[in-house]
């Protein structure tokens, strides 16, 4: 059974940074896409970025445009999330995903194209 493992949340200031980090049981070569999502209290999950596996193509929402960059380790197995200028809004439980079928660009921000996903690590900014 496929593992993914997030971890690196915790709770910073605005205008602060963090670096999440996905650790796959398997070769993240066998994937297609993987992707940051995000899910706050009282709110539907949502896409952060994606990452296509074959050349590297990233895909952003607009709020963290700019802001987020997702990376990823052939070798380490491994997928990142670097958020830096955290605000208040980004304040939710980050999640890892992954699907090995090829999703069209436009779709890979949807929690609903993914079938691989980890347990999820929270993220709190607050002054």
């Known amino acids: 059974q496929v593992q993914l493992v997030e971890s690196g949340g915790g709770l910073v200031q605005p205008g602060s940074s963090l670096k999440l980090s996905c650790a796959a049981s398997?070769?993240?070569?066998?994937?297609?896409?993987m992707g940051w999502f995000r899910q706050a209290p009282g709110k539907q999950r949502e896409g952060v970025a994606s990452?296509?596996?074959?050349?590297?193509?990233?895909h952003y929402a607009d709020s963290v445009k700019d802001r987020f960059t997702i990376s990823i380790s052939k070798d380490k197995n491994m997928v990142y999330l670097q958020m830096d200028n955290l605000k208040p809004e980004d304040t939710a439980v980050y999640y890892c995903?992954?699907?090995?079928?090829?999703?069209?660009?436009?779709?890979?921000?949807?929690?609903?194209?993914?079938?691989?996903w980890g347990q999820g690590t929270q993220v709190t900014v607050a002054s």
């Open positions: 995903a992954a699907d090995p079928h090829y999703v069209l660009l436009l779709l890979r921000l949807d929690p609903n194209e993914y079938d691989d």
């Open positions: 398997q070769s993240i070569l066998d994937y297609s896409v």
């Open positions: 990452i296509s596996i074959s050349d590297t193509l990233t």
